[in-house]
Each structure stands twice: as C-alpha cells, then as structure tokens.
C-alpha cells in the first residue's frame, strides 16, 4: 500500500519530473491512497495554478483507481502530533496536510510517496517507510547516512 501526497499526484498530472515514476505506481496495481485533504491540495494547485477544468480533473481523477481516505479522528490527531513533534520554520516546515499524508501511512504501515524533503525527513525519523520522488527541479531526497 502507498500513500501519496498532494505533489505525487499532480507531479502525474503535470508530467514533472516524479510524474513516470506516478504512472507505473498507478499502473503497478499496488494500492494507492490518497488523503481527502491531500486530494483537496492537489485539486485546488490543478485549478488555481495549473488552469485545470474541475469537470475535467474530476473525471480524470476518478479513472486513476486511487483511495481516498477520509481523514478520522485517529489520522487527524496523528497528524497533529506529527506536527507538533517535527515543525521547524525554516529546518521543518511541514504543513497539516502534509502531516496528513503522513500519520495516514503510518497509521496504515503504508509507504509514504512525496518529493518533499521536510516530509520525508519526519516519516523517515518515525520509522516509516518512505518513497522518495524527484522534485520539480529533478533532485531526489536521500536519508541521511
């Protein structure tokens, strides 16, 4: 099971750099989840940044095959902890919804997909698994030796 962020998804939808590596999780019938508020983040970047139709992007979605979860107590609360535990301004800025993302695949003993470094950084230290994807510049997060 693979858990994506916000950027995994709409690095597939733009065709960034992570965008190939997106599509064949997509098409390896491995299954993916996606938070409801990571999905909102993704939706909201598509149409406000990327001139997305919402009917379109809809449908486009739908055909993907990927999980939304809800985001329940337990995973809100993680993800609040989380956010407590790892925030740092400028070493850490990890947002909700990426602490979202990520007490989703700890709670689930999912593999947290993302280019964000701050958010792989902080699944990594809490011993989850972690699927490191190119940013928009091409770069990929290596754990710390």
């Known amino acids: 099971m693979i858990v994506l962020d916000a950027y995994a998804l709409e690095a597939y939808l733009t065709m960034e750099y992570a ?9 390896s019938g491995e299954q993916l989840l996606i938070s409801g508020i990571n999905l909102a983040e993704t939706v909201d970047r598509m149409v406000r940044v ?8 809809a449908d486009d979605l739908a055909r993907l ?8 107590e337990l995973v809100a609360f ?4 989380l956010r407590t535990g790892h925030y740092h301004r400028r070493h850490r800025a990890v947002s909700l919804a990426d602490c979202c993302a990520a007490a989703l ?8 997909a993302t280019s964000d470094p701050a958010l792989l950084a902080m699944v990594h230290d809490e011993g989850g698994r972690v699927l490191p994807l190119p940013g928009s ?3 990929t997060w ?3 030796a």
């Open 78 to 81: 993680d993800a609040a902890v």
């Open 19 to 27: 965008g190939p590596l997106v599509r064949d999780l997509i098409l």
């Open 105 to 112: 695949a700890l709670d689930r003993d999912a593999t947290l």
């Open 142 to 144: 290596q754990p710390p």
């Open 65 to 72: 095959g990927i999980t939304v979860s809800g985001v329940d």
């Open 50 to 57: 990327n001139g997305a139709d919402p009917g379109e992007l």
């Open 137 to 139: 510049d091409g770069a």
